[in-house]
């Protein structure tokens, strides 16, 4: 069955220090892969839409990466500030379907 | 621009009552969406409206579930009789056009349900 596969432990780093999260899955071919944020209590915002035939994708402090040969994405923030802390959810998109597939997400922490 | 606004925002109900959950979507969206996150799981999708019309209900649990959007305007989630295992964050999302959908809907801020 298909499987999305994001760290349950929390990233916890300094501030300043690039963040790194990972969204790995199996059993799908995703033509597109999305980044969201979601804060306690508050539904998820949407970051960044990447596609399958892109390497890389950049946003203002963010990046994501997407590998579909080791079907993995990663998710970057740069110089990384308290405020980023949030819960970060992958979902992945088959052509043709708007109906996103989501992991559970990962936890970041940034330290002041 | 109001964003898409869901209410109750906690619910609290016991076993075997029903229990009705309500979107307002951003104005002039046509697709609506609920999505459902039980504890410790991943966000699933429901259903999926385009206007009044039911384009998707592949993620509906079972018959105990009942969504209507009367006049393509607002979305109602009803669920009766509410059984434990439907506790979680409920979510309903909206979009203007479908084909921008990839670029992610707008989501409301989501029900907490819990049935005790």
């Known amino acids: 069955s298909q499987k999305i596969e994001q760290n349950s432990e929390a990233l916890n780093i300094q501030e300043g220090k690039t963040a790194t999260l990972t969204c790995n899955y199996t059993?799908?071919?995703?033509?597109?892969l999305q980044w969201y944020r979601q804060d306690p209590g508050r539904g998820p915002v949407f970051l960044l839409l990447i596609r399958e035939n892109e390497k890389e994708k950049r946003k203002e402090r963010l990046k994501v990466t997407f590998d579909t040969t080791l079907k993995q994405s990663l998710f970057h923030i740069t110089a990384s500030q308290p405020a980023d802390s949030a819960t970060y959810l992958c979902a992945l998109l088959s052509g043709g379907s708007y109906i996103p597939t989501f992991g559970r997400g990962t936890s970041l922490i940034v330290h002041p | 621009e109001a964003g898409v606004t869901q209410f109750p925002s906690h619910s609290v109900i016991e076993k075997g009552q029903t229990v009705t959950l309500r979107c307002d979507p951003i104005?002039?969206?046509?697709?609506l969406y609920w999505y459902r996150r039980v504890m410790g799981k991943e966000i699933k999708f429901l259903l999926h409206?385009?206007?009044?019309?039911?384009?998707?209900e592949s993620g509906m649990p079972n018959n105990r579930f009942l969504a209507e959007r009367t006049g393509g305007t607002y979305s109602t989630l009803k669920v009766q009789p509410a059984e434990l295992e439907d506790s979680g964050v409920y979510f309903c999302?909206?979009?203007?056009?479908?084909?921008?959908?990839?670029?992610?809907?707008?989501f409301g801020s989501g029900t907490r349900l819990t049935v005790v």
């Open positions: 104005s002039g969206h046509d697709n």
């Open positions: 059993n799908y071919s995703p033509a597109y």
């Open positions: 999302a909206s979009s203007q056009d479908g084909t921008d959908d990839y670029y992610g809907y707008t």
């Open positions: 409206f385009v206007k009044e019309s039911k384009q998707d």
